[in-house]
């Protein structure tokens, strides 16, 4: 036993000895400035199972430029519907991170994925509670059709059709 100490007392003391090198801190990169385009305030409108409804959400690069952080408002369904979203690049994976909760659920979604320049389209995919309750790929899909407008649309499984799709347009 006395062996067993002094052997963990000797990895610890090796450990500690190790300098500990300062790392610098992350600087948002040119990928960032494809998330701070989406500052500001939008008015949404969400087609979801043949319905329609109105909302707004309100985009902000925080935390340094590293995060884009969202608030989203609407009314569905003659509910009151509340999401935030938290979004960044990140440098060590080469993958666009998102990750959103809101008024339905208790489980955050956390997706990843790339951005398409010459389509100017970020495709996110995670796995998050489908219909049944039971985990399922997402994927979404934002196409920026001009510097005030962005058709989102999210699919289910292998879905080709979306389960909802959210136009943005910019507030002036």
């Known amino acids: 036993m006395t062996t067993v ?90 993958k666009y991170i998102g990750i959103w909760i809101d008024s339905m659920t208790t489980a955050p979604m956390v997706m990843e994925g790339t951005y398409d320049k010459e389509k100017k389209t970020l495709t996110l995919v995670g796995e998050a509670a489908g219909p049944d309750g039971k985990p399922v790929k997402h994927t979404g899909v934002s196409e920026m059709k001009d510097e005030d407008t962005i058709l989102f649309k999210m699919f289910v499984g292998d879905s080709k059709e979306p389960m909802f799709a959210i136009d943005y347009k910019r507030k002036k």
């Open 5 to 94: 100490r002094w052997f963990c007392a000797a990895a610890l003391a090796a450990v500690l000895a190790v300098p500990v090198q300062a790392q610098q801190p992350a600087q948002p990169g040119p990928e960032h400035e494809i998330l701070k385009k989406m500052e500001g305030t939008w008015d949404t409108t969400m087609k979801f199972m043949g319905q329609e409804s109105k909302g707004m959400v309100e985009y902000k690069m925080d935390l340094g430029g590293l995060w884009l952080l969202s608030k989203f408002e609407s009314d569905l369904g003659g509910q009151k519907f509340s999401g935030r979203g938290a979004d960044t690049y990140d440098a060590g994976k080469k």
